[in-house]
């Protein structure tokens, strides 16, 4: 009789945690006719009417999957989203202050949009040097580097061997990525509102397993 030797299947490393991280819903359109909301020198709006629903049809695509804790950020768009899911599951989300957004600097309060609609040069610039601080005043990729990876790895060491919806926000994603895979540092911006990504934490080993998933939207 011949032994057969069938192709593997990928299995969490022992010990590892399994992050499923969720790109906020769509928030509020910038205007400057009124005042934008702030927190600790964030912008801070609120889900869009479309945010609302994109994180209702999350809900809708994980109320039978199992996760061991959600987790949010300090921004009230992460939340916002992870309510129905969290509704839906019976779990009170955590919060993780490391993994808010990127500081812009001189551009928060939704400047940033602004500039991309119009194409101001240093979004070029930025794009093609792949710092945010070509922003004037905004946070540098060393820094955002250093906290998220220190929010990953609060949250993989307080969650051996499980599985966890972390809601975050698009630079955040894209920088955790980027550490995973060794990429350009913006290589993985552009994660769509409420889309799905899976990142397993081993150490520090870091395995890309799904990037940018809509397919509930």
Do not use: C
């Not at 819903?25 to 927190?39: K, L, M």
């Not at 599951?89 to 808010?100: M, N, T």
């Not at 093609?128 to 004037?136: A, L, S, T, Y």
């Amino acid at each position: 009789m011949t032994t057969e030797y069938r192709q593997f299947r990928f299995q969490r490393p022992p010990g590892s945690t399994e992050l499923v991280l969720i790109r906020h819903g769509e928030s509020a359109p910038a205007r400057f006719d009124r005042a934008y909301p702030y927190r600790d020198g964030h912008g801070d709006p609120e889900l869009a009417p479309q945010g609302r629903e994109q994180a209702r049809r999350l809900a809708d695509r994980f109320a039978d999957d199992h996760f061991d804790a959600i987790y949010v950020t300090t921004l009230r768009r992460t939340a916002e989203t992870a309510q129905p899911l969290a509704d839906r599951l019976g779990i009170v989300p955590k919060v993780e202050p490391d993994l808010r957004e990127v500081h812009l600097g001189e551009w928060e309060g939704g400047l940033l949009r602004k500039h991309v609609a119009e194409e101001h040069p240093l979004v070029t610039e930025m794009n093609v040097k792949q710092r945010w601080d070509v922003i004037p005043g905004a946070e540098s990729t060393e820094h955002l580097a250093e906290r998220v990876g220190a929010g990953i790895r609060r949250i993989a060491g307080a969650h051996p061997d499980q599985r966890v919806a972390v809601v975050v926000h698009g630079g955040v994603i894209g920088q955790a990525l980027a550490m995973a895979t060794g990429s350009m540092p913006f290589a993985f911006i552009g994660a769509d509102n409420a889309s799905v990504s899976v990142l397993v934490v081993a150490g520090e080993q870091w395995i890309l397993r799904g990037y940018n998933d809509t397919s509930h939207l």
